[in-house]
């Protein structure tokens, strides 16, 4: 078995992901809000009278504290004072003093403190509520794409424009690069790289055996057209859109047509759609000019994949908190702008007002987002979409198998009383008692029709091809700006529209509809320097295992700046000027000498460049979990190439969270087609994802986390799984060798 785990991870890279941008990110929209809401008007500079001394408007303030101590301890929950205070167990420290603060608040500041309590404020006065917005466009991400032609004195070594970018870089920092990668090394990383896949071995020998100059651009092209290129670069896009089978949070109600945006994004990356096209679609394929297909619909589950507060009894803030998520990853995915910064006040650091939030907010507080949960009392925004294709002919009778269940339940539970009250009044002589009996008997039936009805209703949800996940037109309706994130505290009337930083006032929003549709041509249109930057990078970072900007995510002032901003922008040109084709830009990318390069170290490079910011060698990467697990199943004979249907979460009804059976079954899914396949229920991620750095899917992810813990080592020596695939490996070479 050791030969096989060598086999299938290759060369290790002990790489520590960067979670400084994610952590200032969580304190800017999660804990500088609550400070300001429930804590400045007493412990602020703009307070009438100071109480206790205490500032926690600045890092300075908040970590020095007032007249008793800190406020907090970074790292430490017990020495901070702050957390003691906000769970009024001291009855001379209970702050707020007259409401206690409510769970999820507590939860965000301990949380905050575990992570080392990040504070980007600097100085000792609060930051100015002031935007300019004309400035703000002078910064590098909002100027327009340029294209410049590098001068390099050496013009023997590049074989592509990206190479001259690349080695105008090395000239410009004094570096060297790398030699060449052989052979074998440069067919296995395209082979991962491209499909997620290993080659196999006749794959090998006849790429080793080939000595045509383009033999390696064969390979290439072969991997684009496979039906695999679309499962690798689909799952990192699923990360992106916090792809998820589940709620999660609080109630973790089933997803059972999650399923269908899965398989939606797969199909849009191997067939090469205009990446333009693929932004409208998932932002308003339902408002695109012609005939609504079932596919564009499809796409806009990515509105309504997001986790949602379903115990939330206040309506207009669950309704906030909706559009908030909206908000936040249809401009990070896109865009790499954190938007949603703005909820409760002016970006703090990017040139987006306040009121550039409730702009957007309007438009998508004008749109349903329909996710298809499952589960007795789940809001109204559960409801399912009814695709084109499937609509209910007239006349016909459809049965409600979740009504007769709700009934079925009720009836058990009322039989169920009246046992226990029959048990009470005759104590120990209740089995020879016919009212007894007859009630057990009629118990038991029940349970039986529930079962059966159960039964049905997974049947009829596996078999409707009708259903899924998305978004629809609401009522237009402009926001007003809600004072510090409060829902009961309004300001004035927005009307809807798109962050004045980038300019796009000619675009106008059509007054009958959502703006939905306006939003999505200002994301795809060719003039927005962001769109086609950030994906550029994606692609980028997936291929060299670091992205040109680094914090993939986020191109604000908080994020870091371009390591070689040409090379960015040529890359993001070329991709427009191709119509927006992901694979030739991929293909480009691949054929340059850069991405051919070795890993070989050289200590007089990682002297002026330990990061390896300007590439001049290839990054050692580890396999993520998903090329791990299939390459696994490849080497044992065992993996199912083809797609498998559907998913097991469409057989599993209501809250996930209270049934640990359902859960667990999750956990430990049994299949052999690829990994993207496996089901991906928030808090039931599969055992042999979680362990290896899957991405979280709450959250936006376009980098994941690497990391070395024990676990991963016992996973690979004691996991089922991997026992399994060893031994089949081991059966098939037994076989070869008679």
């Avoid at 703006?515 to 291929?543: F, S, Y």
Wanted: hydrophobic share 40%.
């Amino acid at each position: 078995m050791r030969h096989l785990v060598f086999w299938v991870l290759g060369t290790v890279s002990m790489v520590c992901a960067n979670g400084d941008s994610a952590k200032i990110e969580f304190f800017e929209k999660k804990v500088r809000p609550a400070l300001a809401k429930y804590c400045y008007e007493c412990h602020s500079a703009k307070s009438e009278k100071v109480k206790g001394g205490l500032f926690l408007d600045t890092k300075t303030g908040i970590r020095k504290g007032g007249e008793i101590g800190p406020a907090i301890v970074p790292g430490d929950l017990r020495e901070s004072l702050l957390i003691e205070a906000i769970h009024w167990k001291n009855e001379d420290l209970q702050m707020p003093p007259k409401k206690k603060l409510p769970d999820a608040i507590v939860k965000v500041l301990e949380d905050w403190v575990r992570m080392g309590a990040p504070d980007p404020r600097t100085g000792q006065t609060v930051v100015k509520d002031e935007i300019d917005i004309e400035e703000g466009k002078k910064f590098w991400a909002f100027q327009p794409l340029v294209r410049e032609e590098p001068k390099v004195r050496n013009q023997k070594w590049s074989r592509s424009p990206i190479d001259r970018f690349v080695e105008a870089g090395f000239e410009a920092k004094g570096l060297s690069p790398a030699p060449d990668a052989d052979k074998a090394t440069l067919i296995r990383r395209v082979f991962f790289d491209l499909t997620g896949l290993p080659p196999g071995p006749d794959q090998l020998e006849g790429f080793l055996a080939n000595d045509d100059p383009d033999a390696f651009e064969q390979v290439v092209d072969r991997l684009l057209a496979s039906p695999q290129f679309g499962v690798r670069w689909g799952r990192h896009w699923l990360d992106v859109a916090r792809y998820a089978e589940s709620n999660g949070m609080e109630r973790n109600a089933a997803f059972p047509h999650a399923w269908r945006f899965r398989d939606y994004v797969v199909d849009s990356f191997n067939e090469d759609k205009p990446f333009d096209q693929f932004v409208r679609e998932q932002v308003a394929g339902d408002l695109l000019p012609g005939k609504t297909t079932d596919e564009r619909m499809v796409a806009t589950g990515f509105l309504a994949m997001g986790p949602k507060s379903l115990n939330n009894r206040n309506t207009a803030e669950f309704k906030m908190d909706l559009v908030d998520e909206q908000i936040d990853v249809t401009t990070r995915a896109f865009m790499g702008l954190t938007v949603a910064c703005a909820r409760c006040h002016d970006h703090k650091f990017d040139p987006i007002a306040t009121e550039d939030y409730y702009s957007m907010a309007g438009i998508f507080k004008s749109t349903h987002a329909l996710f298809g949960g499952s589960g007795s009392g789940v809001r109204q925004t559960t409801k399912l979409i009814e695709l084109q294709d499937g609509r209910k002919e007239p006349g016909e009778q459809k049965t409600d198998y979740a009504k007769l269940i709700a009934a079925n339940q009720a009836e058990l539970r009322s039989l169920n009383k009246k046992v226990a009250v029959i048990k009470k009044e005759l104590k120990g002589k209740y089995k020879e008692d016919p009212i007894y009996k007859e009630t057990v008997s009629r118990i038991k039936k029940t349970q039986a029709v529930v079962k059966k009805n159960r039964a049905k209703l997974a049947k009829s949800k596996k078999q409707t091809g009708s259903l899924a996940m998305g978004a629809r037109e609401g009522k237009p309706e402009n926001a007003k700006v809600h004072i510090r994130g409060n829902v009961a505290t309004l300001g004035k009337v927005v009307p809807r529209g798109f962050p004045q930083v980038l300019d796009f006032s000619d675009m106008q929003i059509d007054p009958a509809q959502s703006g939905r549709l306006q939003l999505a041509e200002w994301i795809a249109d060719p003039a927005n320097p962001l769109t086609p930057r950030v994906l550029a990078n994606r692609v980028w970072h997936h291929l060299f295992g670091r992205g040109i900007v680094r914090t993939v995510d986020n191109f604000g002032q908080t994020g870091e700046r371009p390591s070689n901003f040409p090379l960015l922008d040529y890359l993001a040109t070329r991709f427009v000027e191709n119509g927006w084709s992901f694979k030739k830009l991929v293909r480009e990318v691949v054929l340059s000498r850069a991405y051919q390069l070795s890993s070989i170290h050289d200590p007089a490079n990682a002297k002026i460049d330990p990061d390896n910011a300007f590439f001049w060698k290839m990054n050692q990467r580890r396999l993520d979990a998903e090329s791990m697990r299939d390459a696994m199943l490849a080497v044992s004979g065992r993996l199912i190439l083809s797609p498998a249907e559907g998913s097991p979460v469409q057989n599993m009804d209501g809250n996930l969270g209270r049934n640990v059976k359902q859960l667990e079954e999750l956990r430990k899914a049994k299949l052999d087609n690829r990994s993207i396949y496996l089901p991906v229920a928030r808090q039931a991620i599969p055992d042999v994802l979680k362990t290896f750095d899957f991405a979280e899917p709450s959250i936006i992810v376009g980098r994941r986390d690497v990391t070395t813990v024990p676990t991963q080592a016992l996973f690979l020596l004691n996991s089922d799984f991997v026992i399994t695939q060893s031994k089949a490996l081991a059966e098939g070479l037994a076989q070869v060798r008679k």
